[in-house]
């Protein structure tokens, strides 16, 4: 058998090797030469109205089957299953005495009425409630020809299964091996880069080209993301000694806001390839990167952060509040630490398009490699990245309130659902404090307030 | 995930479950990925622990007692079907349906609503609500924010106005005479509707 592949053996050879190298040099010309430039050749907002069209051109085909063969559609909901207008304490309670109470309305008395407030509430949010929801992947309302994805993926037609296969074959045969070869150079180039900076003296010069380095690498890895990012009001980006604050979804936040300005990292020291970039990445410009004993102690950290942003020629620090991945539908509850510090604010929202990848990283269900193998293997990351203006914290305001307000600017101007829950929730229960809080509203419509009792 | 005929098909007696508790199969599909999500560990059945991780539940002052309601006595994991069960007590009432003078008692009657209440009431569950029992339920709901004397008082003024038959404690029977006049309505706790299957998930709140 040997003996009949020789003659095409040195063929097969050449032909590789002639593929190969048009291949790449396709890739320098088109793809890394414009990112080194900051330049964009419009390639991806032409193959993103394409996408849409077949996406579109998809789902109908979905629906016309599925009305043909009488299936049921799973159509994700908007509202909720409960369907009711949502009303304060004492108007529900109301409501519920009012059907049929014997005494007069205005008397406010316990009835034993009053439980099925309570049993109600509980039982609705055994349906549904708003936390749980939010660390699960959103729901589509088209179908973006993934079936990661797609809920009602039957053999509907041939043309569907062909399209969805033909699909399948660009995104891993072609898409996926041209991506992971952009991200090692990415990568590659940002290590080899800042190690290079990181000999010349300490002076503008450096900073001068630390920034190059970063901003050139970060595009490349955004390349290779095939991310499409949309800014806008770029006349409020971060400067030097302030705090960018963002929402936070996955960790290619940090890729798609640096790679359109340059920031001070924060971050735990980690090991592996990880530890690698870390440690080169510092040696261009000052990034902030704690030791996992020092990650416990509060006060260090924030005195870290004040010296950082004290010194005005250093970087804007990048810092997302809500201290873990979020599916991007809502903003959770801001942890208040980086608000003490008492400088400039530069919120950020960011919101990815669902509809071309799925771009939260759910870390209980998947490690590191096989999310960014998921995200390579999308169709493309589509996102807009608003700068809000800056802002400070006013007099009388605590860090709470000051965070609470950055984050409803935050979720206004990204569409995002306002919650007060903690992010930490994903992984923890809440606390029993918040029970009180139920208790107190109950107990003001039967009792009054302190002051203004007058039954015993 | 999705609702089609595969995900009705990993249901134990779909068919008998949608008879009983009076949900289209497209309730039942929703309910089905809403035990999922619940079910962290993927073990096809819920404890109690699940439950509490619900945060809006974690915080409703009696969380506890609702959570045990849906695990009958002895009883530590409850698999999808009597999940279904427990929740399609809070079906709306359909007013318009002819009953037969002997056809069972449909599940999300009126009297099994009153029931699963009273039930939060009676942890003893002799039948009766004791003057301790409903002293332990405004406790739980007044937390404290209200003092014993006032917890007491109202305990005592509530028995006394509802105890018919003169035995310091409130029986189903009492319990039902007192919410005589509240209607299916607002014992309802979600208005599942026939529009969920047209995909519109916001449907009009029925009576």
Known sequence: MGFFLFPFDSLICILLGISFTVWFTLLLVFIIVPAIFGVSLGIRKLYMKTLLKIFKWATLRIERGAKEKNHLLYKPYTNGIIAKEPMSLEEEIKEIRGSGSSKDLSSPEFEMSDIFYFCRKGVESIMDDEVTKRFSPEELESWNLLTRSNYNFQHISLRLTVLWGLGLLIRYCFLLPLRVTLAFTGVGLLVVGTTMVGILPNGRFKNFLSEKVHLMCYRICVRALTAIITYHDSENKPKNGGICVANHTSPIDVIILASDGCYAMVGQVHGGLMGIIQRSMVKACPHIWFERSEVKDRNLVAKRLSDHVEDKTKLPILIFPEGTCINNTSVMMFKKGSFEIGTTMYPVAIKYDPRFGDAFWNSSKFGMVSYLLRMMSSWAIVCSVWYLPPVTREEGEDAVQFANRVKSAIARQGGLVDLLWDGGLKREKVKGTFKEEQQKLYSKMLVGNPEDRSRS | ?207
């Open chain 2, 1 to 207: 995930m999705g609702c089609n005929a595969s995900t009705l098909a990993k249901i134990h007696n779909v068919d008998e479950l949608i008879l009983e508790t009076g949900f289209s199969s497209s309730h039942i599909c929703h309910l089905y990925n809403r035990f999922h999500s619940l079910d962290k560990d993927d073990k096809g059945l819920l404890n109690r622990g699940d439950f509490q991780n619900i945060s809006e539940l974690a915080v409703n002052p009696l969380g506890d007692r609702i959570i045990n309601n849906f695990f009958p006595d002895g009883v530590d994991l409850i698999d999808f079907n009597s999940f279904a069960r427990t929740l399609a007590r809070f079906r709306p009432v359909e007013e318009s349906l002819k009953k037969e003078p002997d056809s069972p008692e449909p599940i999300n009657s009126r009297a099994n609503k009153l029931k699963f209440a009273f039930q939060l009431y009676d942890q003893d569950k002799d039948g009766k609500i004791s003057n301790n029992e409903l002293l332990q339920v405004l406790r739980l709901m007044l937390g404290v924010q209200v003092t014993e004397e006032q917890l007491d008082n109202i305990t005592d003024r509530t028995i006394q106005e509802a105890d018919l038959d003169g035995d310091n404690a409130i029986s189903f029977e009492e319990f039902k005479k007192v919410r005589a006049k509240l209607s299916g309505h607002f014992l309802a706790s979600s208005c599942l509707t026939s529009d969920w299957d047209l995909g519109w998930g916001y449907g009009v709140a029925s009576l």
